[in-house]
């Protein structure tokens, strides 16, 4: 049964949003799915090459003992529904947080402040671990994220920052299983000379960095999208 466990909190994490988007009628997020399936599976292939090349030099990889036999790319089902279900639960609970707290946000001048020190703080890790081949790509990739969000999209960051506090939540619950966290081995494991070697729990510090360029980066392609095929604002 133990080789369950991945495809179980994949889809386990979709099952009540999913459940919330059909038959919930006041908002009624099954009207966004083309959109947020669009929006998710763009993102999720760039993801899955980084994901894909990663495990095939040995930068991360997956515990035999909780995964089913057949692999793709080296993943198992596992991590491949993980860009679809995990992405797809976080769009949702950030659209029902905006819906029913319209004005959880912060100011765009804290918008600034913030998004400034999350750069200064990545970059000068960046720089004193470069060549670390999780550390860089994904604090690259972070870097360049946020400095197009302050240079065109700050007004979502005003809403994406304290949602994501949020989001860290489940986050760190099933990230800690699949790293460890209340079994005995991890479901994915880390080659720690490719990254900082420190975790928050069981967590390796990047993947917080790596989870709000996954979630943010399908929340600006679903706002564009909405805006363009529902003519709402998000």
């Not at 899955?48 to 995964?67: M, R, S």
């Amino acid at each position: 049964m133990s080789q369950y466990l991945y495809l179980s909190l994949t889809l386990g994490s979709i099952f009540i949003p999913m459940l919330y988007s059909i038959f919930e009628k006041k908002f009624h997020f099954i009207q966004y799915a083309k959109i947020a399936f669009a929006s998710i599976v763009l993102v999720a292939i760039p993801f899955l090459i980084w994901d894909a090349l990663f495990t095939h030099y040995g930068i991360w990889g997956f515990n035999t003992t909780y995964h089913l036999p057949k692999t793709y790319w080296g993943m198992p089902v596992g991590e491949w529904l993980f860009f679809i279900c995990i992405p797809y639960a976080c769009l949702f609970t950030s659209e029902v947080l905006k819906y029913l707290y319209p004005k959880f946000k912060i100011s765009k001048g804290l918008v600034v402040l913030i998004s400034l020190f999350l750069l200064f703080l990545i970059a000068y890790l960046l720089l004193f671990n470069f060549g670390k081949w999780y550390s860089t790509v994904n604090f690259i990739v972070f870097i360049l994220l946020i400095l197009l969000a302050l240079y065109k999209y700050q007004e979502a960051l005003q809403s994406f920052y304290p949602i994501f506090l949020v989001l860290l939540i489940p986050f760190f619950l099933v990230n800690g299983i699949l790293t460890g966290s209340f079994i005995d081995e991890p479901v994915v494991w880390y080659n720690n000379e490719e990254n900082l070697g420190f975790r928050i729990f069981t967590i390796p510090f990047e993947d917080i960095f790596y989870a709000f360029t996954l979630l943010f980066s399908s929340q600006l392609i679903f706002n564009h999208l909405k805006r363009k095929y529902h003519g709402e604002k998000s």
